[in-house]
């Protein structure tokens, strides 16, 4: 079967990123809270680039990096056709296909998912409450720490 995810073009995309960016790859990494040395063994194939690293990359650089065009070489959402195996029978091409409308609808609904979440106001400490040794307990609200 094909593979959806080709890791070594996502490091040559990743390269092209860096390029685009204007900074250093060291400068890239510690901006987007990815080890330097990290970036380097995937840089230079030493190690296949994972998918904290790739999260971190899409996250912290939104303006250089299309998601779509990132991990699979599309632009704007559209995912590519991996190339079937060839020769196959025609179980094999029913199952593929399955597989691969499976992995594009997971793909969209992950960006839908990633798009609500964005949407979202973010979370802010109401209160703490802190239990004492003694079976006692203070409330903190936080209200009460502005005052």
């Known amino acids: 079967m094909s593979e959806f995810i ?37 840089l230079n194939e030493r190690q296949l680039i994972n998918v904290v690293t790739i999260n971190k990359i899409i996250e912290h650089y939104p303006e ?16 590519p056709r991996p190339a ?18 499976i992995l594009i609808s997971q793909a969209e609904e992950i960006a839908r998912l990633k798009s609500e979440l964005e949407g979202r106001r973010s979370k802010e400490i109401d209160h703490i409450t802190v239990f004492y040794t003694d079976n006692s307990f203070s409330s903190f609200h936080s209200d009460e720490s502005q005052s």
């Not at 250089?64 to 995912?79: K, M, T």
């Not at 060839?86 to 409308?101: C, H």
């Open 6 to 42: 080709d890791l070594a073009a996502i490091t040559r995309r990743l390269r092209e990123v860096i390029n685009n960016s204007g900074l250093t790859a060291k400068d890239f990494a510690t901006r987007a809270g990815i080890a330097p040395a990290t970036l380097s063994l995937n």
């Open 84 to 101: 079937l195996p060839s020769p196959i029978d025609a179980s094999e091409g029913d199952e593929t296909e399955k597989l691969r409308t």
């Open 64 to 79: 250089l990096v299309d998601p779509y065009w990132f991990l699979f070489g599309a632009e704007g959402g559209q995912l």
